[in-house]
Structures are given as C-alpha cells and as structure tokens.
C-alpha cells in the first residue's frame, strides 16, 4: 500500500528532480540572455569597423587596392613558407 500512496501523493523524489530542472533551465535562459548581449556589443563593434573600411575603400580605391595585393603577396609567402617546411620534414 505504501507504493499505491506514493503513486497518489507524487514521489518527494520526482518533485525535487522537477525543482532542479527547472532551476538548471532557469539558469541556462539566464546565461544565454547574458550571451546575447555580448555577442550585440560585438556585432554592433564589427558592423562600425567594417562600415569605417568600407568609407576608407571609397576614399581611397588605388590605396586600398595596393594594400590587399600586397597582403596577400604577404600571406602567399608566408603559407608557401610554412607548406614548404612541412613537405620538406
């Protein structure tokens, strides 16, 4: 009969296993909102850098041509260097 009062009552156990999730689960929705306001400050940062490189592209078409050839010349080398030594061990 014990079991049958148990079935009726709710197990003490059960209850505190649904206490428990729902604070886990109130402290997930907690720390994803906390995410979400970083990762706002970051995109908000991102969009006002890209939006300045976009005005200085404009400003600048020749200058700004010459800088990304030279960076990738820079970066080609640098990765040709790299995959050289790693063919060559």
Same mark, same amino acid.
Do not use: W
């Given at each position: 009969?014990? #079991?049958?009062?148990?079935?009726?009552?709710?197990?003490?156990?059960?209850?505190?296993?649904?206490?428990?999730?729902?604070?886990?689960?109130?402290?997930?929705?907690?720390?994803?909102?906390?995410?979400?306001?970083?990762?706002?400050?970051?995109?908000?940062?991102?969009?006002?850098?890209?939006?300045?490189?976009?005005?200085?592209?404009?400003?600048?078409?020749?200058?700004?041509?010459?800088?990304?050839?030279?960076? #990738?010349?820079?970066?080609?080398?640098?990765?040709?260097?790299?995959?050289?030594?790693?063919?060559?061990?």
């Amino acid at each position: 009969m014990n #079991g049958e009062q148990e079935k009726a009552s709710g197990s003490p156990r059960l209850d505190v296993l649904k206490e428990q999730a729902g604070q886990l689960a109130g402290k997930a929705k907690e720390g994803i909102a906390r995410l979400n306001e970083k990762t706002a400050v970051y995109q908000e940062g991102a969009k006002e850098f890209l939006d300045s490189v976009g005005l200085y592209i404009k400003e600048n078409p020749q200058r700004s041509a010459i800088i990304a050839i030279l960076t #990738g010349l820079g970066l080609g080398l640098i990765l040709g260097r790299l995959t050289k030594r790693s063919r060559d061990d």
